[in-house]
């Protein structure tokens, strides 16, 4: 019984000093090719980038096709799905109609 106690808590040590450096080489470290690029980054750290200031015409075919998509994919829309949510006062069939 003392040996296995010995031999169980001579791998626990030796397993405890292993996980002291658990993956310390699991990592990548990379130098970022487009550091310092205004088109990426934008000029600041708080500003937007410059290609998210790109606007593109609307498609209204684009967006037809897309929801022809949403329909095989996801089922005809119901009209819980689609309805706006419902202003209060509006829900509230107690309140007092405007004049």
Do not use: W
Request: charged content about 25%.
């Amino acid at each position: 019984m003392k040996r296995n106690f010995l031999k169980i808590s001579a791998l626990l040590l030796v397993v405890s000093l292993a996980s002291c450096k658990y993956q310390k080489n699991n990592k990548i470290d990379q130098t970022d090719v487009r550091a310092g690029d205004e088109y990426v980054y934008g000029v600041h750290p708080d500003s937007a980038a410059r290609q998210t200031k790109i606007k593109y015409t609307a498609k209204p075919e684009l967006e037809l096709r897309t929801n022809s998509i949403r329909e095989k994919m996801f089922g005809a829309a119901t009209a819980e799905t689609t309805a706006p949510a419902a202003a209060p006062a509006a829900a509230d069939s107690t309140a007092p109609a405007a004049k």
